[in-house]
C-alpha cells in the first residue's frame, strides 16, 4: 500500500505539492490527472524516491523508500522524460535491471520483446520516441515489479501498441498483484483503465473518487421552465458544481446520482426534465470551475 500523509514539496520559492493526502490500496490501478506543473511528475518522484518531501510523509508498506535501497527494490519508474546511457542498448540495459531486480522475469522480457519487435541490439539514442517508450516498458514490466509507476507511459504510442501495454499491465496485476500509479493528460484513456482518479491542480488535491462513483457519483440534468426562472436555481440536498439558462432551458450539473437529480428538480415543477451520466473529463472541469479554477486554460 501507498500511504501519503500531507506530502509538501518546495523548489525554491515554487510550491510543487502543498498538503497532498491519498492512499493507494495494493491492486489498484489509480490514475493521476490535471494540469502542466500541477504536481504529477513530483508527487511520483516522491513515491519512487527520487525525491524526499520537505512536509509530510511517503510511505510503501509501511517503509520510507528514500534512500531505501531495499524498498526501491518493489518499484520501477517510467520517467516522462526518458534517460538511457548514450551508448546503451535495450540488451544492456537488461543486464543493468536484471542485477537491481531480483524479481526480473527473462521469460516476459523475452515475449516482450517478440511481442514488440523493436530490436534490443541497437542503440536506444537512435531510436524514435515512440520505440524508446517501448523499451522503458519492457524492461518495466519485466522486472515484474509490486509497484508501478507511469508517468505519461503512453505518450507517443500507437493506438495498437497501447492497446497491448495496457492488456499486458492488467494481466501482471492478476498475475503479480502489481499496483499501478499512472499519470496522463488524456481523461478518456483512464476512465475504463484505472479503479480510482485523483486531480491535482497547483499542488493540491481537488478531487479523488473510484471511477465508478463518477457514474453513480455526478450528472447532467436539462430542464424546461414555464415561466422561465427568475433568480439562479438552487435544489434541496444537492450540490450543483455548474448552471446555466437559455431561455426555458436549464442545464444543471450535479454532484448527486441521476435519480437523486432529477427528483430534486422536479420538485421544481418543470414541463420537462431528463437527466444523463458525465464523463471523467467532464467532471474534473466541472469541479475545477466550481472552486474557481478558469478550465479554459488547461489540456487535458
Same mark, same amino acid.
Given at each position: 500500500?501507498?500511504?501519503?500523509?500531507?506530502?509538501?514539496?518546495?523548489?525554491?520559492?515554487?510550491?510543487?505539492?502543498?498538503?497532498?493526502?491519498?492512499?493507494?490500496? +495494493?491492486?489498484? =490501478?489509480?490514475?493521476?490527472?490535471?494540469?502542466?506543473?500541477?504536481?504529477?511528475?513530483?508527487?511520483?518522484?516522491?513515491?519512487?524516491?527520487?525525491?524526499?518531501?520537505?512536509?509530510?510523509?511517503?510511505?510503501?508498506?509501511?517503509?520510507?523508500?528514500?534512500?531505501?535501497?531495499?524498498?526501491?527494490?518493489? =518499484?520501477?519508474?517510467?520517467?516522462? #522524460?526518458?534517460?538511457?546511457?548514450?551508448?546503451?542498448?535495450?540488451?544492456?540495459?537488461?543486464?543493468?535491471?536484471?542485477?537491481?531486480?531480483?524479481?526480473?522475469?527473462?521469460?516476459?522480457?523475452?515475449?516482450?520483446?517478440?511481442?514488440?519487435?523493436?530490436?534490443?541490439?541497437?542503440?536506444?539514442?537512435?531510436?524514435?520516441?515512440?520505440?524508446?517508450?517501448?523499451?522503458?516498458?519492457?524492461?518495466?514490466?519485466?522486472?515484474?515489479?509490486?509497484?508501478?509507476?507511469?508517468?505519461?507511459?503512453?505518450?507517443?504510442? #500507437?493506438?495498437?501498441?497501447?492497446?497491448?501495454?495496457?492488456?499486458?499491465?492488467?494481466?501482471? =496485476?492478476?498475475?503479480?498483484?502489481?499496483?499501478?500509479?499512472?499519470?496522463?493528460?488524456?481523461?478518456?484513456?483512464?476512465?475504463?483503465?484505472?479503479?480510482?482518479?485523483?486531480?491535482?491542480?497547483?499542488?493540491?488535491?481537488?478531487?479523488?473518487?473510484?471511477?465508478?462513483?463518477?457514474?453513480?457519483?455526478? &450528472?447532467?440534468?436539462?430542464?424546461?421552465?414555464? +415561466?422561465?426562472?427568475?433568480?439562479?436555481?438552487?435544489?434541496?440536498? =444537492?450540490?450543483?458544481?455548474?448552471?446555466?439558462?437559455?431561455?426555458?432551458?436549464?442545464?444543471?450539473? &450535479?454532484?448527486?446520482?441521476?435519480?437523486?437529480?432529477?427528483?430534486?428538480?422536479?420538485?421544481?415543477?418543470?414541463?420537462?426534465?431528463?437527466?444523463?451520466?458525465?464523463?471523467?473529463?467532464?467532471?474534473?472541469?466541472?469541479?475545477?470551475?466550481?472552486?474557481?479554477?478558469?478550465?479554459?486554460?488547461?489540456?487535458?
Amino acid at each position: 500500500m501507498v500511504l501519503i500523509e500531507s506530502i509538501t514539496k518546495h523548489f525554491g520559492v515554487n510550491t510543487a505539492l502543498d498538503s497532498v493526502s491519498l492512499t493507494v490500496s +495494493p491492486g489498484c =490501478i489509480y490514475g493521476l490527472v490535471g494540469t502542466n506543473g500541477s504536481g504529477k511528475s513530483t508527487l511520483l518522484r516522491l513515491i519512487s524516491g527520487v525525491y524526499s518531501a520537505d512536509g509530510g510523509q511517503v510511505t510503501v508498506d509501511g517503509e520510507p523508500v528514500f534512500e531505501n535501497p531495499e524498498q526501491k527494490q518493489k =518499484i520501477f519508474f517510467v520517467s516522462d #522524460d526518458l534517460f538511457f546511457p548514450p551508448q546503451a542498448t535495450v540488451d544492456d540495459m537488461r543486464q543493468f535491471y536484471r542485477a537491481a531486480y531480483p524479481r526480473w522475469d527473462e521469460a516476459r522480457y523475452q515475449r516482450l520483446l517478440e511481442l514488440f519487435p523493436i530490436g534490443d541490439r541497437r542503440k536506444l539514442s537512435s531510436f524514435s520516441k515512440g520505440m524508446r517508450r517501448q523499451a522503458a516498458l519492457i524492461l518495466a514490466l519485466s522486472c515484474a515489479p509490486e509497484y508501478l509507476l507511469l508517468d505519461e507511459a503512453f505518450d507517443g504510442l #500507437d493506438p495498437v501498441i497501447r492497446h497491448a501495454v495496457r492488456r499486458i499491465i492488467s494481466d501482471m =496485476i492478476s498475475e503479480y498483484h502489481m499496483t499501478v500509479i499512472i499519470s496522463s493528460h488524456n481523461l478518456r484513456e483512464l476512465e475504463d483503465f484505472c479503479d480510482r482518479v485523483g486531480l491535482l491542480h497547483h499542488g493540491r488535491l481537488l478531487l479523488e473518487c473510484a471511477v465508478d462513483d463518477i457514474q453513480l457519483g455526478f &450528472c447532467k440534468v436539462q430542464a424546461v421552465f414555464n +415561466p422561465r426562472p427568475s433568480e439562479k436555481i438552487t435544489l434541496d440536498g =444537492i450540490r450543483i458544481l455548474s448552471q446555466e439558462l437559455h431561455g426555458s432551458v436549464a442545464t444543471l450539473i &450535479c454532484a448527486a446520482g441521476e435519480e437523486d437529480a432529477l427528483a430534486a428538480v422536479n420538485a421544481r415543477s418543470p414541463m420537462l426534465a431528463e437527466a444523463v451520466s458525465l464523463t471523467l473529463e467532464e467532471v474534473f472541469i466541472y469541479e475545477m470551475e466550481a472552486v474557481g479554477y478558469d478550465y479554459s486554460k488547461i489540456v487535458f
